[in-house]
Each structure stands twice: as C-alpha cells, then as structure tokens.
C-alpha cells in the first residue's frame, strides 16, 4: 500500500507567498497605472531630447549647456509656431465648433426628407427648436451643466499639472541619465548587468526610430491632406483639418476615423457631391502613411504586427483611455522587445523561428523549423495532412506513428 505524498509545510506557505507577492504587486502596478504611463511619457520625452544633446555634445558643447540650447531652442520653436499658424489655426478651429451645431442641423433636415420619401427609412425626431419657441432652462439642467463645466475644468487643470510634472522628469533625467542607469542596473545581479545594459541600448534605438518616424509622418500627413482639401476639393477648414489629421496620426489605426468624422459633416453640409472624393482622400493618405511613409522611416527596424497593435490599443484604450491609447505603440514595441530578448532569446533559445519548406528530387514538399541556433529534422508536407481531421494531429504524432524516413533527417544544430 502506498501512502499519499503531502507537500511539506513550507513549501505550500512559500507558494502561498510567492502567489500573494504577485497578486500584491499587480494590484500596485493597476493602482499607480497613470503615474507609471507619465513616467513612461517622460521617459520617452527625454529621449527625444536626448538626441539633439548628444549631437552638440560631439561638437564640444559640455551636457549642461547642450540641454540648455536645446531646451531654448524648442520654447523658441513652439512660440514661432505660435505665430505663424496659431492665429490661423484658432480662426479655423473656432469657426469649425462654431459651424457644427448648423451643420448637423441641416443634416438631419436632410434626413428628414430624404425619410419622408423613402418610406423603409426609419422616422427620427429631429425638430429643433428655434430661439424664439425655447422654453426657461430647467433648473435640473442648469445644476447639470455647471457640473459638467467643473469637471471639465478639473480635467483641464489635471491635464496641465501632468504636463509640467513630464516636462520636470524628462528634465531631470536628461540632466542626468547615467546616475539612473547605473542605479538601475546596480539592483540587477552582476552574471545578466551586460544583457541587460544591451536590451536597454536595444529598447532607446526602438524608440528613437519610433519618435523619428512620428514626427516626419504627422508633418507630410498634415500637409497632404490639408493640401488634399483645402486646394483639390475645396472643403472650408481645410487647414485645421489637416493639423488634426496630423496630429491624429499619432493614433494608428483609430487615428485616421477620428480625424475623417468632422470632414465628412462639412463635406456633406457644403459640398455633399464631394464625400466619396474626401473619404477617399484620407484613406488614400493613410495608405501612403502606412505602406510608404513608416517603413521608408523605419527601415522595417519596428516590425510591429497590426493585428496584434490593433487589439492592444483596444485594450488601452478600454483601461487608460486617451493616455492609453496614445503610448499604445510605443508601450507595445517596449513590451515585444523585452518579450523576444528576455523569453523568447534567453529562455526558449527560439529567437527568429521560422518554417521552412522545400521540394526534394523526388518531387515531395517537406517542412522545417529552424531558428537562430537550432533545426528540427524535415517533415514530408502530406504526413501532417493526412486523415480524416489532419489539423487534430500534432506533429509528434506524425513521427510517432509513421517515422521519419532517413533521407528526411538531419541532426539537429547546437
């Protein structure tokens, strides 16, 4: 008779730890999610900047008075900007909110008639009143709106002083960036510092490429589609339109429906004929951003799978909101990297796996996986496709039940 093994005390409370440790430090992590997204934001500034200070630092210039220089010279850059298309651009902006409520009022007009004479066109309430038929405000909506104006302020203020609190971050580790790095890697053990120091290095030029590629992509996108509509089609606001459509950029995917819905009410409003030709356009521009743009910039260096993009900047967007979604990129390529260097490379060995398949001189497909260090035996294509329900078959079983003929085996490469 066998006894049943017991795990020993000790084991079962230290599993108990480990579990509670982990539970505890996701908790912290979920409950400092913003203040870790604005370091993360902060990080990213400073590496920005970064870049320009180490180009002046090669031509002499001491670290201080290079942060200096070019901290002075994007105040200046901002300010000119300022001048040169903020007035513009808060003219456009304004008479663009200004316009809205009208033009969605001729739109359901519209509708209306167009209801009225196709008859499988459901019936909507869209009556307006007009300022002389409209009632005293009710006080409940009052009591609402004063409400709703407060939190918008409260937002507002919340946005600035997380923007100060960045701009104060990225400057201090700018000032300073070895002291934190070398904190950093001093909690690390000493056997994986140098693997460590080189994902790092690997993680910088990510994100360089990603802020390089951002910056080109907003202007030329900017540029086309205001060009696009102001100068093709004619659409008022053209100039504000493109700006946010430059800046919607930032946002892939989502980016380019966001920035298209106002264009399209004051196409539809103004020149209605002209609605296909806009849509057209920003898919067009967007196309140009995707399959040009980006990887001409990028030289292919991200490598970012857009399904997989698509679905965490979902889930960013349902956690973080707006902050989520406007690191989702960079947030993605950080954690892919970390996950391909300190898995995927140090752990499975399996970095840059790929299938293989070639035709043998007797006429058969056979297939492999091979990798950076390794190759597994070929495989005749027919076996994994053979039986009633062939993809219920592992590939194990393949080999278990029917072999591997030797003409088709090759000893595997340390």
């Not at 589609?225 to 700006?243: D, E, H, K, S, Y």
């Not at 840059?352 to 495989?379: L, P």
């Amino acid at each position: 008779m066998t006894t049943q093994p017991y795990m020993p005390l000790g084991e079962f409370f230290r599993r108990i730890l480990i579990l509670g440790a982990f539970g505890l430090t996701v908790l912290i992590i979920w409950r400092l999610r913003i203040v870790i997204m604005i370091l993360f934001l902060a990080i990213i500034l400073a590496i920005s900047m970064d870049v320009p200070v180490r180009r002046l630092q090669e031509r002499g210039m001491r670290r201080g008075l290079a942060i200096i220089g070019v901290t002075t010279a994007l105040l200046l850059l901002l300010i000119l900007v300022a001048i040169i298309i903020g007035s513009p651009l808060v003219i456009q902006t304004e008479a663009l909110i200004n316009e809205l409520p009208e033009a969605v009022e001729i739109l359901a007009e519209d509708y209306t008639e167009l209801s009225q004479n196709n008859s499988f066109l459901p019936d909507v309430d869209v009556s307006v009143d007009s300022p002389n038929d409209q009632q005293p405000l009710d006080p409940d909506i009052v009591a609402s709106g004063a409400s709703v104006l407060t939190s918008i302020g409260g937002s507002a203020i919340s946005i600035i002083i997380n923007v100060v609190l960045v701009i104060v971050v990225a400057l201090y580790l700018l000032a300073e960036p070895k002291l934190y790095a070398d904190s950093f890697l001093a909690l690390i053990p000493k056997s994986h510092q140098l693997r460590i120091l080189e994902i790092l290095i690997d993680l910088r030029e990510a994100l360089v490429a990603w802020l390089v590629a951002q910056l080109i992509s907003m202007t030329i996108i900017g540029v086309l589609t205001g060009f696009a509509l102001g100068f093709i089609w004619g659409i008022p606001n053209a100039f504000a339109l493109g700006m946010f459509a430059g800046l919607m950029t930032i946002i892939p995917n989502i980016g380019t429906v966001i920035a298209m819905i106002p264009a399209i009410i004051f196409t539809l409003v103004d020149q209605p004929e002209f609605v296909l030709p806009v849509i057209a356009t920003y898919l067009v521009v967007q196309q140009i951003e995707s399959n040009l743009l980006m990887p001409i910039i990028v030289k292919q260096r991200l490598s970012i799978p857009a399904a997989a993009l698509l679905v965490f900047q979902v889930i960013m967007g349902v956690l973080l909101g707006f902050l989520g979604l406007l690191l989702a990129v960079p947030l993605f390529m950080v954690i892919k990297e970390l996950v391909r260097e300190l898995y995927v490379d140090d752990v499975l060995n399996n970095i840059n796996t790929a299938i293989e398949a070639r035709n043998t001189a007797e006429g058969e497909t056979v297939v492999r996986v091979t990798g950076d260090n390794y190759m597994t035996s070929e495989i005749p294509l027919k076996r994994i496709f053979k039986g009633a329900n062939p993809f219920e078959r592992s590939v194990n079983e393949i080999v278990d039940e029917d072999g591997i003929p030797e003409e088709f085996t090759e000893p595997l490469e340390e």
